[in-house]
């Protein structure tokens, strides 16, 4: 049971448009949610993160998009650039699982020139 | 501040062995939390410590165990290795025990032959 779903593998962009990577949750005890970029053989290097309390948060040229109605989440990139080229994971976690992330599969950004 | 490290940085054995790995959280930081990441299933949670005790677990046979020492620093063992258990290994520690942001160390890469 796939609990959080990228349901998209890839993703390609040019360089200084916006990258959007999509994130849809199903398990609604997730309560704090995060985006981690990723390079292989690497760990997860967080990017931004996101409380169910909020349904925005900024942080430079990333800005997390949270809505709950809908168990749905994004991560916007403005503007993006080659060095965004990774894997993206979004990750959630629950009240007094707050330790336990649960990932989505991953969602593969290239940004081209 | 120096980020999460973990030893070694790769690994082999051989099935039937046993393995531990390392992990040294980030300074003031005395949650650890252990991630399997595998093409398959993608990364999944193996357990938390926070001071010396196990907080939550993941749905791992009991070959993997983990402990925390009082300086904050981890290790985690498999015991009877399987072709399976070739993955990388992540390490991840937090300040707090709530909601709060989890940070990788770069993970141990162990290949079983």
């Known amino acids: 049971d796939q609990q959080v779903k990228q349901n998209s593998p890839s993703l390609s962009v040019q360089e200084g448009r916006i990258s959007i990577l999509n994130c849809d949750y199903t398990?609604?005890?997730?309560?704090?949610f995060l985006w981690y970029k990723k390079y292989p053989a690497e760990g997860p290097t967080f990017l931004i993160s996101i409380s169910s309390i909020k349904d925005k948060n900024e942080d430079g040229r990333f800005t997390v998009f949270l809505n709950k109605s809908a168990k749905h989440l994004s991560l916007h990139i403005v503007p993006s650039q080659p060095g965004d080229s990774a894997v993206y994971f979004c990750a959630a976690s629950g009240t007094g699982t707050a330790s336990k992330l649960t990932f989505g599969t991953g969602t593969r950004l290239q940004v081209t020139l | 501040k120096a980020g999460v490290t973990q030893t070694p940085r790769y690994l082999i054995k051989t099935r039937g062995q046993q393995v531990t790995l390392s992990c040294s959280p980030i300074?003031?930081?005395?949650?650890v939390s252990w991630y399997q990441q595998t093409p398959g299933q993608g990364l999944q949670f193996l357990f938390e410590?926070?001071?010396?005790?196990?907080?939550n677990k993941g749905n791992f046979p009991g070959r993997f165990s983990g402990r925390q020492f009082s300086n904050s620093r981890s290790e985690m063992n498999v015991s009877t290795l399987e072709l399976g258990d070739s993955a990388l290994y992540l390490c991840a520690s937090r300040a707090s025990t709530g909601p709060d942001t989890q940070y990788f160390g770069p993970g141990t890469r162990l290949t079983v032959l």
């Open positions: 398990n609604s005890m997730f309560d704090y």
């Open positions: 410590y926070f001071s010396e005790t196990q907080r």
């Open positions: 300074s003031g930081h005395r949650s």
